[in-house]
């Protein structure tokens, strides 16, 4: 007993340790869900996959050929370029077609989702050597939009290895296949009798009204510096970070000002290239993604960059019609918050981005993914909730050029999931809360390479760019292969837990690009997920009991048929200016309108063109407020449909307030009040909103 007691004595101090460390941990320790809990919350969703429709024909290949340089790195080289997009390419009122980059064919294909009506017409892809194709290049994403005004669907791709492509609807198309669009370059002078542009490596890009001059502007974010990348037959002119947090040697990004279109069966569009609009040390970032949104209120949509290996950027916009100016905020120091949590001086590895209202405030907040992997590499993902009382007191924050964000993704139960890339919040069941979806993954393989990556983290920043001092990375290794889709949902805490498992979501392949949108017109958004080096699938909503929801397709006064839809010129559109500081459009001086060409009767209809940007605000009879709007393409690589769709929540069954706010093709401001009923409804944007 003597030996026992002494024992006991001079443990003492470990078990009192040890003890104490247990009880502030059960102390701290945020509250989970129970099974039974799990079982009740899955209960509200129902998803139902579907493999999607692809075309033959094309050589398949599991890694890309890359720079000599680059060989013994080819499969981190061949990490990304799955992307989706859902929206209405065919003029059928609904969003159920897609638009997808698949590095297996390294092709960009249309095809409609899977299930009814899915006969339409045949899966195709866009034909990438209709405008002169450089030596060495992929396509990485496809953008949805009206580039050129006249109501119908382009798209816009962008690559490593050349500069983007717009593809133009052409007005008098009968049926969805390649010979329906025009391809331009995006770049003027970029080809002629070849490709003559410089090699860009773009990862991302984002369309809005950032001019405030009523047409789409578009930013383009290049990762690699500019050079041969995926040119097997070069060695050099190539580099790597130069530092895993603070690297600033990226390829250039630019924005382009819109200036003019024409439409018809041979459409045009025309974009000013802005290489000087970001500052330096923003503009060479790795960029992964972006996302554009008006967080102020001023309908001049900010701009987020997630960067790979240095800070994130959030770009305050102050531009004017004609004239881009964006200036970097950051989050102001406070004790115990870390540089790395702090929006703009962050240190982690921003892979995508999605604003959304998680806390209920009537202001936008903002998740980022990074990487979190447990004995991988352990950051966090930042679910940044905006701390400003109003609008008017966040641009106040934001002049003074500050960011009032503070991530709450621990407590909330969105910090760890894998390593991620894409994300989308929205609301599923219709509950009136936001989920957030995610996908995550990066090699899959047989050998895993995790302590490799570990190390590589650690090597010195002089040593990093040059590619040769990297381990090798080659097919069959794996890093976070078995990494799954996610599913967040708010449990009665307040905090959200992962559902995937429990929906049948968590398949083990990772996957990149999440797009959202109401497919069959039922008021439940359906999704689909680009998945790298792995077939694309689409999950069918079918939650058993949704709540009521808002659903809206709001579009600009229809455009001439034929003809120049506008032209501005470097000061802004040759119209007079308006009062309320936009512009009046008019055909450039000397320009005649083209005789107009009827169309074939059973031409593919236009089914308008979305009013990007444009802000809608819910207020229910319960006093909740809920946040929408006209999303021209935020994300790493999956973009959602244009339509606006909030949940209302099972409790609402009469009209609710809606609040408008948007730019005409003038660039005027306005703003409007309607009480809509729950449903779908499509309103004709122009100095007032006129339902169709």
């Known amino acids: 007993m003597a030996h026992t007691a002494g024992w006991l004595r001079r443990q003492l101090p470990g078990i009192v340790a040890v003890a104490l460390m247990a009880t502030l941990f059960q102390a701290a320790r945020l509250p989970a869900a129970s099974s039974a809990e799990l079982e009740s919350m899955a209960s509200r969703f129902g998803f139902t996959p579907y493999a999607v429709a692809m075309p033959g024909g094309f050589p398949q290949q599991t890694v890309r050929k890359v720079n000599k340089d680059y060989r013994h790195i080819d499969a981190w080289i061949s990490s990304v370029g799955a992307g989706i997009a859902m929206n209405d390419l065919d003029g059928d009122g609904l969003a159920n077609d897609l638009c997808i980059s698949d590095p297996r064919i390294d092709q960009v294909v249309v095809t409609p989702v899977p299930g009814a009506r899915a006969d339409r017409y045949a899966p195709f892809a866009v034909d990438l050597a209709a405008v002169p194709a450089a030596r060495a290049s992929a396509p990485m994403g496809c953008v949805p939009a009206d580039f050129n005004e006249d ?31 025009q391809a331009v370059e995006l770049v003027p002078g970029a080809s002629g009798r070849g490709y003559a542009g410089p090699l860009w490596n773009t990862n991302t890009a984002a369309v809005d009204d950032f001019d405030g001059d009523g047409h789409l502007d578009i930013y383009v974010g290049n990762y690699f ?66 996302g554009a949104n008006d967080f102020d209120g001023d309908n001049l949509p900010e701009l987020y960059l997630a960067h790979d290996f240095g800070p994130d950027r959030l770009l305050y916009n102050q531009s004017t019609p004609g004239q881009f100016k964006f200036s970097a905020v950051k989050a102001p120091r406070e004790a115990f918050v870390p540089n790395s949590k702090r929006v703009g001086a962050d240190s982690f590895k921003g892979m995508g981005v999605d604003f959304g209202d998680i806390d209920g405030d009537g202001l936008y907040d ?28 966040l641009r106040a924050r934001f002049d003074d050029g500050k960011a009032p964000f503070e991530d709450r993704s621990a407590p909330l139960g969105l910090a760890w999931s894998g390593w991620g890339w894409d994300v989308k919040l929205a609301d599923f069941d219709n509950s009136g809360e936001l989920q957030v979806a ?26 990093l760019e040059h590619p040769s001092f990297w ?66 699938v689409f999950y069918r909503n079918q939650s058993p009991s949704p709540g009521a929801f808002l659903g809206l397709r709001l579009t600009h006064p229809a ?27 008019a055909a450039p001086p000397g320009a005649t309108e083209p005789a107009t060409t009827p169309e074939p009767a059973d031409a593919l209809p236009a089914p ?85």
């Not at 899959?444 to 995790?450: D, I, L, P, S, T």
Request: without cysteine.
């Open 151 to 181: 109501g119908r669907m382009d798209l816009l791709v962008y690559l490593w290895g050349r500069t983007p492509i717009l593809y133009l609807a052409r007005s008098g198309a009968t049926v969805l296949d390649p010979s329906a669009y």
């Open 225 to 290: 510096p500019h050079g041969p990348v995926l040119d097997d037959t070069k060695a050099g002119g190539v580099a790597m970070n130069r530092s895993m947090s603070h690297a600033f040697n990226g390829g250039e990004d630019y924005l382009f000002r819109w200036t003019g279109a024409t439409s018809g069966a041979q459409p045009t569009v025309t974009y000013e290239m802005v290489s000087d609009a970001l500052p330096r040390d923003v503009s060479k970032g790795w960029a992964l993604a972006s």
């Open 366 to 393: 903002m998740y980022v993914s990074n990487i979190t992997t447990t004995f991988g590499l352990e950051e966090s993902h930042f679910t940044f909730v905006n701390t400003a009382q109003n609008v008017d007191d």
């Open 438 to 463: 995610q996908t995550t993954g990066f090699l899959k393989g047989e050998v895993n390479r995790w302590p490799q990556l570990q190390e590589l983290a650690m090597t010195n920043d002089g040593l």
């Open 471 to 536: 381990p090798r990375l080659e097919a069959g290794d794996d890093i976070g292969g078995a990494q799954r889709l996610h599913f967040f949902v708010k449990d009665r805490n307040g905090r959200y837990t992962n559902l995937a498992e429990q929906l049948g979501l968590a398949v083990p392949v990772p996957t990149r690009g999440i797009a959202t949108g109401d497919a069959d017109g039922d008021g439940r958004l359906d999704f689909a997920v680009a998945r790298q080096w792995d077939a694309p």
């Open 559 to 585: 455009a001439p048929t034929t003809g120049t839809t506008g032209t501005t010129g470097a000061a802004g559109t040759t119209g007079t200016p308006s009062a309320a500081g936009g512009t009046d459009e």
């Open 608 to 692: 308008g063109s979305p009013v990007v940007g444009a802000q809608v605000t819910v207020t229910t009879e319960d006093g909740r407020t809920l946040l929408g709007r006209v999303d021209g393409g935020s994300g790493h690589s999956g973009k959602r449909s244009h339509e606006v769709h909030i949940g209302l929540g099972r409790d609402v069954g009469g009209p609710v307030q809606v609040h408008l706010q948007w730019r005409d093709r003038a660039g005027q401001v306005h703003r409007q009040d309607l009480r809509l009923d729950p449903g779908w409804h499509a309103l004709e944007l122009g100095t007032q909103a006129l339902e169709r």
